[in-house]
């Protein structure tokens, strides 16, 4: 079992930044790939980013590449997202979520954990 705790959500105006972190524990964290997902209201949850068990790796939805950086600290069992100019449609909650494989998912149908979630606002 693995255990995912998102933070770092809140308020910012368009064009600001945000830094989300994604504590895991209950499994050997280097084993999996990790992933980001958001969800806006009455909408489906997308993909945002994506990281290899190694960091090597990484995966963007378009909307966000150039804007978003995605990374892992294996030894503090985290994941980030550090998000850049941000939008107002970037306004979501925003969910980090771990595979347990050696493929990197792009499709939330695939990922076997899930964290609990964090609000990201972005005010135009």
């Known amino acids: 079992q693995v255990q995912l705790v998102e933070s770092g959500g809140g308020l910012v105006q368009a064009g600001g930044s945000l830094g989300l972190s994604c504590a895991a524990s209950g499994r050997t964290f280097s084993n999996y790939a990790m992933g980001w997902f958001r969800q806006a209201p009455g909408k489906e949850r997308e993909f945002v980013a994506a990281i290899s068990w190694s960091g090597g790796s990484t995966y963007y939805t378009d909307s966000v590449k150039g804007r978003f950086t995605i990374s892992r600290d294996n030894a503090k069992n985290t994941v980030y997202l550090q998000m850049n100019s941000l939008k107002p449609e970037d306004t979501a909650v925003y969910y980090c979520?771990?595979?347990?494989?050696?493929?990197?998912?792009?499709?939330?149908?695939?990922?076997?954990?899930w964290g609990q979630g964090t609000q990201v606002t972005v005010s135009s």
């Open positions: 979520a771990a595979y347990i494989g050696i493929v990197v998912p792009t499709s939330s149908r695939t990922y076997n954990y």
